[in-house]
């Protein structure tokens, strides 16, 4: 069982940064492959970003391509999403996700654990 826990999300001006931190339980974090999704009001929950179990591999939303970026500690049991550039659509509610599975994947299915949410609001 691994539990995940979002923090930074919060209100930010277009065009600011912002990241975001998953903290997993467990020890077998390390053998994990890691994703982001987001939910934003009335819409389906989308991809976002992934990476593989030892951050060698990631993948990226299209919509977020070049303006985010994907990475992990494994000695921290913590994976990040650095947002940089934001713009209003961004606004949604963002997950960590775990697969237990070391390469990275973009498919929703694949994952077995969800955290919470953490809310990130961009102003224009």
């Known amino acids: 069982q691994v539990q995940l826990v979002e923090s930074g999300g919060e209100l930010v001006q277009a065009g600011g940064s912002l990241r975001l931190s998953c903290a997993a339980s467990?020890?077998?974090?390390?053998?994990?492959?890691m994703g982001w999704f987001r939910q934003a009001p009335g819409k389906e929950r989308e991809f976002v970003a992934a990476?593989?179990?030892?951050?060698?591999?990631?993948y990226y939303a299209d919509s977020v391509k070049g303006r985010f970026t994907i990475s992990r500690d494994n000695a921290k049991n913590t994976v990040y999403l650095r947002m940089n550039s934001l713009i209003p659509e961004d606004t949604a509610v963002y997950y960590c996700?775990?697969?237990?599975?070391?390469?990275?994947?973009?498919?929703?299915?694949?994952?077995?654990?969800w955290g919470q949410g953490t809310q990130v609001t961009v102003s224009s």
């Open positions: 990476t593989s179990y030892n951050g060698g591999t990631t």
């Open positions: 996700a775990a697969a237990r599975a070391y390469r990275a994947t973009v498919r929703t299915d694949d994952y077995d654990y």
């Open positions: 467990g020890r077998t974090f390390s053998s994990y492959a």
